[in-house]
């Protein structure tokens, strides 16, 4: 079983940036699609970015623009680079695998006005 873990998260001001990395314990190269989701506290886990096999992003619309996910398969890692930060981009953020049901930990962004 992979196991995910995050990293990345921080007090940021509203339009500043950071990097999130989620680090599998296994090889992800062979696994298709990979997600960024969060949660904001009173809120359901939302779905933000996806990325496939090859590297073809999806996004909510709430972050288009100013999010980038990406991969890097030979050092088993998911980034997520997060930019124009919003206070409302405030939440925990968590990395997925939807074919083995694998979540990590979650990190936390907290964006300030």
């Known amino acids: 079983q992979v196991q995910l873990l995050e990293s990345g998260g921080g007090l940021v001001q509203a339009g500043g940036s950071l990097r999130l990395s989620c680090a599998a314990s296994?090889?992800?190269?062979?696994?298709?699609?990979m997600d960024w989701y969060r949660q904001a506290p009173g809120k359901e886990r939302e779905l933000v970015a996806q990325?496939?096999?090859?590297?073809?992003?999806y996004y909510v619309d709430s972050v288009k623009g100013r999010f980038t996910i990406s991969r890097d398969n030979a050092k088993n890692t998911l980034y997520l680079q997060m930019n124009s930060l919003k206070p409302e981009d405030t939440a925990m953020y968590y990395c997925?695998?939807?074919?083995?049901?694998?979540w990590g930990q979650g990190t936390q962004v907290t964006v300030s006005s």
């Open positions: 997925y695998i939807p074919r083995l049901d694998a």
């Open positions: 296994g090889s992800i190269f062979s696994i298709n699609v």
């Open positions: 990325i496939s096999s090859g590297g073809r992003g």
